[in-house]
């Protein structure tokens, strides 16, 4: 099929084109390069996409940019790009998020809702539920965001539920729990935390360090998105988890282990938009894609810290780093 991935360069986005390239797709790959991390980081994500003789780019903003030729011919979409962040979308920023997770996303189906591809996957989070009533939580639990982000995200499902519902775009919302590996961005926890420790300088924790997370390895996110554009499924938002609901002191101490270093912590004042747990209970995401989670957290993290590691000192040996 010829498939449509928004926020290419990303995290997420660059791993899932490479497993759909690997899968036979052609793949057309869209990227505004925000600023929200260094262009560098995004780039060498797509190294290797740039190589493949199935794979075509294109720079520009869903905001403004004419959809009809990128969408021409594309059979499956999945919808990735996003302004990611809870901390961040507090203030000014907010609209910011409004532009890039709200009408970035209507402006997609709108173009699409007349000519409608085999499936529209968006890229939700776990910030949807906020402090949820309970845990592990299911897709029942009524969504209530602690943080500006987690609006967004649950506003743009709400958009992708009504377009299915009133035109009949086939449309599927992944929740994702924390996902972490290999490329993650640099904003993000388990990143920081190893630089932290290879560097000698204390880990930041917001927090006691008590609060849990429910941890998704890249390739099992990136499997459920697979599962979600083949799947029959239509009008559903799924919970995608690892399975390893931890505390951030005992990721800390695994990265210890790993690293063979003892990780120096300063605890400092919990962030507004933090949410204490977070717990995937994925029985629907099983029913209905057949999800699984084949990478635990130990040998998740083991691989993110060898990648950060050699990319590390490959950055050491070439002037200052752009991991940061």
């Known amino acids: 099929m010829r498939v449509l991935v928004t926020g290419c360069a990303g995290f997420i986005g660059s791993s899932l084109s490479e497993r759909l390239i690997e899968l036979g797709h052609d793949v057309t790959g869209v990227d505004c390069f925000t600023d929200y991390y260094a262009r560098s980081i995004k780039e060498s994500n797509l190294a290797g996409l740039r190589r493949e003789p199935r794979f075509s780019f294109q720079e520009g903003d869903l905001a403004v940019m004419d959809l009809s030729p990128l969408l021409k011919g594309i059979d499956l979409i999945y919808h990735q790009a996003a302004q990611p962040g809870v901390r961040a979308s507090w203030g000014r920023e907010f609209d910011t998020y409004v532009r890039s997770n709200i009408v970035v996303t209507q402006r997609l189906l709108e173009a699409i809702k007349d000519h409608p591809v085999k499936k529209f996957v968006y890229a939700s989070s776990s910030s949807v539920y906020g402090d949820a009533e309970a845990y592990p939580t299911s897709e029942t639990v009524v969504p209530r965001p602690v943080s500006p982000y987690g609006v967004t995200k649950l506003a743009g499902e709400q958009l992708v539920y009504l377009y299915w519902r009133n035109y009949g775009v086939p449309t599927v919302s992944l929740r994702y729990f924390t996902v972490y590996g290999p490329r993650q961005r640099p904003d993000m926890a388990f990143h ?133």
Request: glycine fraction near 10%; aromatic fraction near 6%; hydrophobic fraction near 40%.
């Open 192 to 324: 920081k935390f190893i630089r932290s420790v290879l560097e000698g300088k204390p880990i930041q924790v917001y927090g006691d360090g008590e609060q849990t997370r429910d941890f998704t390895y890249i390739a099992d996110a990136v499997a459920a998105n697979v599962a979600a554009g083949q799947c029959e499924s239509q009008g559903v938002a799924l919970n995608i988890g690892g399975g390893s609901r931890v505390s951030v002191n005992q990721v800390i101490r695994l990265l210890g282990e790993l690293l063979e270093r003892t990780p120096r912590v300063d605890y400092v004042d919990v962030q507004r938009g933090d949410v204490r747990h977070t717990s995937a209970d994925t029985h629907l995401a099983a029913q209905l894609l057949g999800y699984a989670p084949r990478v635990d957290l130990a040998e998740g993290l083991a691989r993110e810290a060898e990648w950060f590691k050699s990319q590390f000192d490959a950055a050491r040996s070439t002037g200052p780093s752009d991991l940061r």
